[in-house]
């Protein structure tokens, strides 16, 4: 052969051959052992599972009887009521019958049968104490195969009295001993340690002895354990037995079938994995030029998969952070979370194709505008990440506002839309040793801060945003709990009557008495749960506390208080809410007016014809309406005369004044007074903090003052004790 090439690709295969050929015996031959040991192993379980079943048959049977004789030398039964309880306790166990044989062997049974057993090796044992359980005989009856259990009634002066028995058909065992076959085929049987079949799934009768069965291998069986022998029958079949002992007793079951039968299937697998071996011999060579493509076909795939963008075709957020992992000296750099804003309508409105797109164009504008050591992926949907080199503030926003509109004037070569625009957040690296995506994840809490959808934001991120946003998450985790375990205080700020200078009324505010960290104040949770609609429930809390002491102090100190509510245009003007309302105040025996609802001039925002309504509603239920930081709007005066008011409470910014706003401001509160009580409203005044503002509110006749002057929020139990007393 004159082609080297040829020759030497001859002398590769056929020595390929050879190992492959080597390499086939050692595997096949391994792999024939380890299914020999395995289906070994499968068997024995297998009979020992039935062994397992058998036992615990047996000692249900044994449990069962013991707990009957016990019944009966108790005198718990008499004899007729006996019978008649184990003719149906066999009736529900499948028992052919219960009986009860007295010491000469004379029985009375639960199917009335009338028989002598004194000959039964059961009976015998029994006398002597001993729970037993009979080899396989037959029924004085009805000549058919039985097992029974037996065991000892005693007297009260523990001696056998008669001996308790029942009786089952063998057929009951021979059901668990068809799981011992294999494959159902074969046949089991009960022998005991002399080797006398008990029982067998099996209805030949000439087989009285393992050793009819084995030919003499009862003297290799292990009897007191488990294993597995072969033998060869008359017929000259090789045949496995399988066996295992009953636990607690002289009995062993055992499965016999050919051995073929369980290696026949093992053969043919090696053979077939033998020619296998031989076949993949052959086609060696391409086979291994086969799997190396496959190999690196799929190795190229999972990359794909694992680090490139299906969108962008660019690599996606984890191969930047493992990038981004192997740099040095990260505190150089800023990362960006770059964000599109109104992006879902976008899709929603010009489809997936153009937005895909979009998608696309930004990464190759990033790519035109980053330098070789900055990084740019798509995260996730319309979010992208980049690493930037630092600047200082003013030109790293200069060059991401630069990137957003260099991205608009290339897409806009490709497609015509409405104009989009981006939040940048940032946040500046400041260790060489960061956890990428913790910060990625950081610059999230900044969106809350862009409000504008028409323009882009750039915003840097700061702790306290991190922070907010956790205490946040804390808060609402947090409600529950606290609502559950009355960890919300209701307090009452007092108002004072100025022309008495007497307290009967007063404002219901509410505190958090934290168990970790004291008292809350409620602009740390207020805000929040405006936000997720927990205010609610809280105000409904609130209210039902409030109701609750209204009731007791009219009825305990007969004196009737009135306390005003703050109620949120968040909820106001959900459906079914002020019917809810006033019937929860109903639903408590207090006059009506002793609610005050304070409503704020921003709530009639948007809302003023919806909340001209509920205000007449509660109105016709005789509930007292007050509007709450009077002046601090613009609508004050249109209020009080579109809106059916009680009260009015000027709003504290009117006493915090300079040397300019003095004499305006008081000017203004001497008219809002002499206006409201021209309309017969009350007046209250707000935030009344000194002697020069209370004198000057007594001077002008003010109605009431709530402030620091005279009393500070207080706990509702110490307003109580503070300013009710018990009728003498």
């Given amino acids: ?81 006996l019978m008649h309880y184990l003719d149906e306790l066999a009736q529900i166990n499948g028992e052919k019958r219960f009986g009860i044989a007295d010491l000469k062997g004379n029985v009375v049974t639960s199917d009335h049968q009338d028989f002598n057993i004194s000959n039964r090796q059961y009976f015998k044992d029994s006398l002597k104490g001993e729970s037993y359980i009979s080899e396989t005989m037959i029924d004085y009856v009805d000549g058919q195969a039985i097992n029974v259990c037996s065991v000892p009634i005693y007297n009260q002066n523990k001696e056998v009295k008669a001996v308790l028995f029942a009786t089952f058909s063998t057929d009951k065992l021979s059901y668990i001993l ?99 071996w031989l076949a993949i011999g052959s086609g060696s060579a391409l086979l291994i030029s086969y799997v190396y493509f496959i190999q690196r076909k799929n190795k190229q795939d999972i990359t794909k998969l694992a680090y490139i963008d299906p969108v962008t075709e660019h690599y996606n957020f984890n191969k930047f952070l493992e990038i981004c992992q192997k740099k040095h000296h990260l505190s150089q750099y800023v990362l960006v979370n770059c964000d599109i804003k109104g992006f879902k309508w976008f899709n929603e409105i010009y489809g997936e194709e153009i937005a895909n797109n979009l998608l696309k164009t930004i990464i190759s504008c990033m790519e035109h505008i980053c330098h070789d050591d900055e990084l740019y992926c798509r995260q996730e949907s319309d979010h992208f990440a980049l690493l930037l080199r630092k600047q200082d503030h003013q030109q790293l926003e200069l060059r991401l506002l630069n990137l957003a509109q260099y991205i608009r004037s290339q897409f806009f070569n490709l497609h015509t839309t409405s104009q989009y625009y981006f939040y940048f957040s940032l946040f500046e690296i400041q260790n060489d040793i960061i956890d990428i995506h913790s910060a990625f994840k950081k610059t999230q809490y900044v969106k809350k801060e862009l409000k504008a959808l028409s323009k882009d934001d750039v915003i840097f991120y700061q702790e306290s945003f991190f922070q907010e946003g956790l205490y946040a998450q804390q808060i609402e985790k947090e409600f529950q709990t606290a609502i559950d375990k009355n960890h919300f205080k209701v307090y009452v700020q007092p108002k004072v009557e100025l022309k008495t200078g007497l307290v009967q009324s007063g404002e219901a505010l509410v505190r958090w008495q934290h168990p970790n960290h004291g008292i809350i104040s409620p602009g740390s949770f207020i805000p929040i749960y405006e936000k997720n609609g927990m205010l609610e429930i809280l105000d409904a809390y609130v209210l039902e506390k409030v109701l609750q002491k209204l009731v007791y102090w009219n009825e305990y100190y007969h004196q009737k208080i009135s306390i005003s509510i703050n109620v949120s245009r968040t909820y106001l003007f959900n459906e079914g809410y002020i019917d809810q309302f006033i019937e929860l105040i109903e639903s ?100 009344v903090e000194n002697k020069e503002q209370n004198d000057f509110l007594i001077e002008h006749h003010c109605d009431y003052i709530q402030g620091y002057y005279y009393y500070k929020p207080i706990l509702i139990e110490e307003f109580e004790n503070s300013f009710l007393k018990k009728a003498e």
């Avoid at 009979?47 to 019944?71: C, F, G, V, Y």
């Fill in 1 to 81: 052969m004159k082609n080297p090439l040829m020759r030497r690709s001859i002398i590769v295969a056929m020595l390929l051959l050879v190992l492959f050929g080597f390499f086939a015996t050692i595997y096949t031959d391994n792999m024939s052992q380890s299914l020999y040991n395995e289906t070994n192993e499968y068997l024995k379980d297998t009979t020992i599972q039935t062994s397992i079943a058998i036992r615990n048959r047996m000692n249900e049977n044994i449990t069962q009887l013991k707990t009957i004789a016990l019944m009966i030398e108790q005198n718990q039964f008499q004899e007729d009521s």
């Fill in 178 to 276: 068809s799981s011992a076959t294999y494959n159902d085929i074969g046949f089991s049987f009960i022998f005991n340690e002399a080797g006398v079949i008990i029982l067998s799934s099996t209805k030949d009768d000439s087989q009285k002895n393992i050793n009819d069965i084995s030919q003499g291998c009862l003297n290799q069986i292990d009897v007191s354990g488990n294993g597995i022998l072969t033998f060869t029958d008359a017929n000259h079949t090789e045949n496995y037995l399988i066996y295992a002992n009953i636990v607690d007793s002289d009995w062993l079951v055992a499965s016999v079938f050919p051995r073929e039968i369980a290696t026949h299937k093992i053969q043919e697998f090696i053979q077939t994995a033998f020619l296998t």
């Fill in 588 to 687: 408590y025996p207090i006059e009506p007016w002793q609610i005050e609802i304070e409503i704020t001039e921003t709530t009639a925002l948007n809302h003023k014809e919806e909340l001209i309504m509920i205000l007449k509603k509660l109105k016709e239920h005789h509930l007292r309406i007050s509007l709450d930081d009077f002046g601090s709007g613009f609508s004050s005066l249109n209020m009080l005369k579109d809106f059916p008011i009680d009260v009015v409470k000027i709003d504290q910014e009117f006493f915090r004044t300079n040397t300019y706003t003095h004499n305006r401001s008081h000017i203004i509160i001497e008219e809002v007074i002499e206006l409201c009580h021209k309309l017969n409203i009350i007046v209250v005044a707000e935030g």
